[in-house]
């Protein structure tokens, strides 16, 4: 089975744009949650999808939302970019039976 | 805030030793734990999950749960300079809701040959 796949890999914003990521989850799985991952903070859980309903959130502000495809595919936005912003953002799905989360590799985000 | 808490390390073992990873957490409601591993660089990838009290093993690795404790612990058998990488610690962050996971920032671990 294919694992989880994010797009694109790395990408470079400046202050003030707005960032689209992708995630496919692993096949049959329905559930994505997106994390950032940053040196300071660590992974930190910004959001879960399931049947294209959020039914998670973290304590991040609103610059930062989702959604999700009847495919299960899901993207994440972040508007008004920050420097605080870059960091490395991971998508992980489930299966839904279990709590098990599977991860992609990642989109690393910098932005000057 | 549910929190999970993992020493930082760096833990430094010599190869075909015992390493021993230790996790602890708030949540009491918590039913589940895991443990990833990530490589500098990669992204984590689960090596164990944990549901019952008492240890479970995978080849050279074994999970420990102590609910009473509140404690969660990976051992690394016959290590190898392989295992070189950071171990997370998860649990999830809401008791009711198994899919939004609460992570421990990592311990390094480093096996020299």
């Known amino acids: 089975k294919a694992g989880v796949t994010q797009t694109p890999r790395y990408l470079i914003k400046t202050r003030g744009q707005q960032v689209t990521l992708s995630c496919s989850p692993i096949?049959?799985?329905?559930?994505v949650s997106w994390y950032q991952q940053t040196p300071g903070q660590g992974l930190q859980f910004l959001f879960e999808y399931f049947s294209e309903t959020q039914r998670n959130k973290g304590n991040f502000p609103g610059r930062f939302s989702g959604r999700q495809f009847s495919n299960s595919r899901s993207e994440m936005n972040v508007s008004t970019l920050e420097l605080g912003d870059s960091a490395l953002y991971l998508c992980?799905?489930?299966?839904?039976?279990?709590?098990?989360?599977?991860f992609g590799p990642g989109t690393r985000l910098t932005v000057t | 805030q549910k929190e999970v808490e993992q020493n930082s390390g760096p833990l430094s073992v010599p190869e075909g030793a015992i390493a021993s990873l230790n996790c602890t957490y708030s949540d009491r409601g918590s039913q589940s734990f895991f443990w990833y591993r990530q490589y500098s660089g990669k992204s984590p990838e689960l090596i164990m999950s944990i549901y019952s009290n008492g240890d479970k093993e995978d080849g050279r690795f074994t999970a420990q749960l102590n609910k009473a404790s509140q404690y969660v612990s990976l051992l690394i058998r016959d290590s190898q300079p392989s295992d070189s990488a950071t171990y997370l610690c998860a649990a999830p962050s809401n008791s009711n809701s198994g899919y939004a996971l609460n992570f421990g920032k990592g311990t390094s671990l480093l096996v020299t040959p």
């Open positions: 992980a799905s489930s299966s839904g039976g279990s709590n098990e989360q599977y």
């Open positions: 096949s049959g799985h329905r559930s």
